[in-house]
């Protein structure tokens, strides 16, 4: 008798979330990707500021045709609650298109 395939869908496998794949304290990267304009860094730090204190200094990059640019920043996040709130800070900044 043949041994019958297994379907396992998506959803049945359980997914790890961010929480369970860091230990805090740790190095975290978050990479801000947003319209060119000048000011974007700024505040890109100003937020990550309002949170974790320190002296940052951001990582830019402007697309092939000069429409979009990325910041990253590196921080010493402390706890999970940290990181998400600061994508949703980060989201919120005028401009932005993702957060990474």
Do not use: W
């Amino acid at each position: 008798m043949a041994e019958q395939e297994k379907i396992v869908k998506l959803e049945d496998i359980p997914q790890k979330q961010l929480k369970d794949l860091l230990e805090f304290p740790c190095n975290f990267t978050f990479k801000v990707v947003g319209t060119n304009r000048p000011d974007l860094a700024d505040d890109v730090i100003a937020v990550v500021q309002q949170y974790v204190k320190g002296d940052y200094n951001p990582r830019e990059n402007i697309s092939g045709k000069g429409t979009y640019k990325s910041i990253s920043v590196d921080i010493v996040a402390e706890n999970i609650k940290q990181v998400e709130t600061l994508y949703q800070e980060l989201a919120k900044i005028d401009g932005v298109r993702m957060v990474l």
